[in-house]
């Protein structure tokens, strides 16, 4: 099936094709036109799905059509859970709708000036891709009006909901049309989810699509096992000197620890850079910018970039910190393999952490397989759950050794995402620069 079937605006057909796209993915097939008729929905999809064609193509197709209604506020209102993410939709927007006749977008994120977007949105706009906490601040300003808002889309609407913004969300959606259509995309309909959308969707269509094996087939995953902070630290190091790698994103579980991550691999002489919420909109644009530029070889991050990250040339993820949630391991991988090319995923655990593997093992109903890196083999053997995979069948870097005897960690009780530095690492022989 091609784009133009779907019944959309011939100037967002085009846009799609010069953007590379010819045929529609499952969710946008089932979306885009049930979003035409003017049908609430509730989605179900996971990352790299083209979620977010689906809602916008049809929104971008309405635009071409000017408003029954007079006002300034957009006609399309996107909430997002993090910057990232509504960066990455807002360029998307701009993509589709380059050749839709004055066309506005304006991004209502936090970290950028207030003053700035206060100047945007008091002009005409046509679409607003918002974080809640951001909107929120204009909202009480009275610098937005919703009077001829005609689709709300919650994007990712589970995720918000972890980071706590419900009662943000809620907020805005009293502040809309009662006539508006809402759009949710998650990826479980479920729980808290399910609850909120029986609240804000009338008589909402419900389409679920499960994610293709030849998609998950794109990402090799591996498990590597430390036997303590300074083992990993040294797994690390030899991952990131793979010539096979060309950017890697590392992932750890707290804003520290990425910066102190980043600190020490620039001191081993890797082109790394840390990303995470506590830093200013500018620099996380910059931060961003060199990794699409390819400055940047390594972006240790935080779950900030597990969403809404979309750089072809990722072709490795590595879990430094195993992921609170299985969910999350899902977005986390979905940073590589994007586009139909393949990607790597490479995660290190404690022995430990074995019920949280098996966790995600449950979750995306694949085994991960365990490697061994010669010379780098984990001293203990952790104790296997019932159900968890035990696949050591070589991990590119040679054959695959055993265990010895298992030991414990002592009565380490902080996480190793929190540790300042890799602990004492072994002389080594001159050290390859990626600096360039």
């Not at 706590?164 to 009662?178: S, V």
């Amino acid at each position: 099936m091609a784009f133009a079937q779907l019944g959309l605006n011939p100037s967002v057909v085009k846009a799609v094709e010069a953007s590379g796209y010819t045929e529609p993915t499952a969710v946008q097939i089932q979306a885009i036109p049930a979003t035409l008729q003017g049908a609430d929905l509730l989605v179900s999809s996971q990352t790299g799905s083209g979620k977010t064609a689906a809602f916008m193509l049809p929104c971008l197709h309405r635009l071409d059509q000017p408003s029954a209604l007079p006002g300034r506020g957009p006609r399309i209102l996107v909430l997002t859970p993090t910057r990232e993410l509504a960066q990455q939709v807002t360029r998307a927007a701009e993509t589709y709708g380059k050749f839709l006749k004055r066309l506005r977008v304006v991004a209502a994120v936090g970290g950028a000036p207030l003053h700035v977007q206060a100047k945007l949105l008091s002009q005409p706009v046509d679409i607003v891709v918002a974080t809640p906490g951001r909107l929120i601040d204009h909202l009480q300003r009275g610098r937005v009006d919703f009077s001829r808002l005609e689709t709300l889309i919650l994007d990712e609407a589970d995720r918000m909901l972890d980071m706590g913004f419900i009662d943000d969300i809620e907020a805005i959606i009293a502040r809309t049309p009662a006539t508006r259509q809402t759009l949710l995309f998650s990826a479980t309909l479920e729980g808290v989810v399910g609850r909120l959308a029986q609240r804000v969707t009338k008589n909402a269509r419900r389409i679920e699509i499960e994610t293709a094996p030849e998609l998950k087939g794109k990402i090799e995953q591996r498990l590597h096992f430390a036997d303590d902070f300074s083992h990993k630290s040294r797994l690390l190091d030899h991952l990131l000197r793979d010539v096979e790698l060309t950017q890697a994103v590392v992932f750890t579980s707290t804003k520290k620890s990425a910066d102190d991550l980043a600190v020490q691999l620039r001191g081993e002489g890797f082109a790394a850079e840390a990303l995470h919420g506590d830093m200013s909109q500018r620099d996380r644009n910059r931060t961003l910018q060199g990794l699409r530029q390819g400055r940047t070889r390594v972006l240790v991050a935080t779950d900030v970039a597990a969403r809404g990250l979309d750089v072809p040339g990722i072709s490795h993820v590595i879990n430094f910190d195993l992921p609170r949630q299985a969910e999350d391991y899902v977005h986390r991988i979905g940073r590589t393999g994007r586009a139909g090319r393949e990607g790597i995923a490479i995660s290190l655990a404690a022995h430990f952490e074995k019920r949280q593997i098996r966790d995600i093992e449950r979750y995306t109903a694949q085994s991960i397989r365990i490697g061994v890196i010669p010379g780098l083999e984990p001293k203990s053997r952790p104790a296997r759950p019932e159900g968890f995979a035990d696949k050591r069948r070589g991990n590119g870097h040679g054959k695959s050794g055993g265990y010895g005897a298992r030991s414990g960690f002592g009565d380490r009780k902080a996480a190793w995402g929190d540790k300042p530095g890799f602990g004492k690492r072994p002389a080594k022989a001159a050290r390859r620069s990626y600096a360039g």
